[in-house]
Each structure stands twice: as structure tokens, then as C-alpha cells.
């Protein structure tokens, strides 16, 4: 299964909302991740399941979506919001493919 | 609270090898099926290996078969992979990550722990 992101660089305003697109090339069901990653640090468990917040994550991240297209949808951005996201299909036995990410910065 | 921690990365020449391990804790190591992952720098995540909590059921990426083996010691809440016949396309950060769930499942593969990474570089 391939795993398409878009778009590949998200540039938003402080405040703004911003949409997180990812595409699978068949469809993974809901069995799809969010990941966080900043540089320098490990990656953090956003969203699973497609739409279910992993524990402690804010409710500013809201995940959808199912079958083959799926949307992260991060409301108000802030400072500490920049990363590179990846989606993850967890459908069936491996591999456990991840997006190419999109990178989400501050205008 | 869970924590992962790896180590055994460093400078290896192309056709060297290295050991990586991962050791866990603040979980029942051997319920879990744990997995590597890598990032080339400058690049994404890549997924590439996987193995469930008895050990008996592991998993490659293409791109790694046949040159790396993942295993694990759950006397010692240590996950390891191997990596032989290094090339430059190898050099990277080198992640554990822990599955969501405790089941032989592939819906349990998403990751919600990892480590901080090591990062192996591979040159003459």
C-alpha cells in the first residue's frame, strides 16, 4: 500500500486552522496514524484508528476520514504546532507504510 | 511511564555491521509487539521491521531483508536489530517504537512510545 501526503509544505498564519490531506492506494479501512515529529525529538502519536486522539493530545488536532482519504485537521495553529506530520496505514501485515509527511511552519 | 532507549549506533564502513538495541520499561515488555524504524536525514519515517511480543512472528521491509535481523530478550526488556552488509543508503536514525495495543494484530501496529533514536552512519 502507498501513501501519498499533501500538500508537501503547509505555511500558516499563528491562530489559523490548516488540513492535513493523506491518501492511501487502497483502502486501509479506519486503521490509519497521525504522527507528530519535531527535529531533534521522537515522533508522537497524534490520532489512531483515523479519528481517535491518542492520550494527551489536544482536541486542536481532529483527525477523519476512511478508506482510502483521510484529513488531520489542526485548528488555531501555534508556535509549538510546527512539525512534519505522517500518516500511517496499519490495515494489514506489513508493511507498515508511512507518508512522505507534510511539514507545517508559520507564516 | 513508559520509556525506550537505544543505543549501539555509531560510524560502521559499507559491508560493516552494528548491533542496535532498545531497552524498555514502565511496561509488560513481552504483551507487545515492538518495532524499528528509520529516518534517512533530511527524509521521512520509514517503517522497517517488526516483531510480535513472543518473538515468534517477524517482519521485514524489502529494502532491509536478508541484511538485518530484529529479535528481542523479554528476560532482559530488550529489543534488538542486527544490521550486516551496511551500505550508505542505511545511514540514518534508528528508532524502537512500542505498539498501541497488546494483541498479535496488525490493527495494534500504530506506535504510541518511542525512543530518541541512534543515529548510524555508514562511510569509509
Known amino acids: 500500500i502507498v501513501m501519498t501526503q499533501s500538500p508537501a509544505t503547509l505555511s500558516v498564519s499563528p491562530g489559523e486552522g490548516a488540513t492535513l490531506s493523506c491518501r492511501a492506494s487502497?483502502?486501509?479501512?479506519?486503521?490509519l496514524a497521525w504522527y507528530q515529529h519535531k527535529p531533534g525529538q521522537a515522533p508522537r502519536l497524534l490520532i489512531y484508528?483515523?479519528?481517535i486522539r491518542a492520550t494527551g493530545i489536544t482536541d486542536r488536532f481532529t483527525g477523519s476520514g476512511s478508506g482510502t482519504d483521510f484529513t488531520l485537521t489542526i485548528s488555531s495553529l501555534q508556535s509549538e504546532d510546527v512539525a512534519v506530520y505522517y500518516c500511517?496505514?496499519?490495515?494489514?501485515?506489513?508493511?507498515?507504510?508511512f507518508g512522505p509527511g507534510t511539514k507545517v511552519d508559520i507564516k | 511511564e513508559v520509556q525506550l532507549l537505544e543505543s549501539g549506533g555509531g560510524l560502521a564502513p559499507p559491508g560493516g555491521s552494528l548491533r542496535l538495541s532498545c531497552a524498555a520499561s514502565?511496561?509488560?515488555?513481552?504483551?507487545?509487539?515492538m518495532t524499528w524504524v528509520r529516518q534517512v536525514p533530511g527524509k521521512g519515517l520509514e517503517w522497517i521491521s517488526a516483531?510480535?511480543?513472543?518473538?515468534?512472528?517477524?517482519f521485514y521491509a524489502d529494502s532491509v531483508k536478508g541484511r538485518f535481523t530484529i529479535s528481542r530478550d523479554n528476560s532482559k526488556n530488550t529489543l534488538y536489530l542486527q544490521l550486516n552488509r551496511l551500505t550508505a543508503e542505511d545511514t540514518a536514525i534508528y528508532y524502537c517504537?512500542?505498539?498501541?495495543?497488546?494483541?498479535?494484530?496488525?490493527?495494534?501496529?500504530?506506535?504510541?512510545?518511542w525512543g530518541p533514536g541512534t543515529l548510524v552512519t555508514v562511510s569509509s
Open positions: 517504537a512500542k505498539n498501541e495495543c497488546p494483541r498479535h494484530n496488525p490493527t495494534c501496529y500504530k506506535f504510541d512510545s
Open positions: 514502565g511496561f509488560t515488555f513481552n504483551y507487545y509487539g
Open positions: 516483531i510480535s511480543g513472543s518473538g515468534a512472528n517477524i
Open positions: 487502497q483502502s486501509v479501512s479506519s486503521n
Open positions: 484508528g483515523a479519528s
Open positions: 500511517q496505514q496499519y490495515n494489514d501485515w506489513p508493511p507498515f507504510t
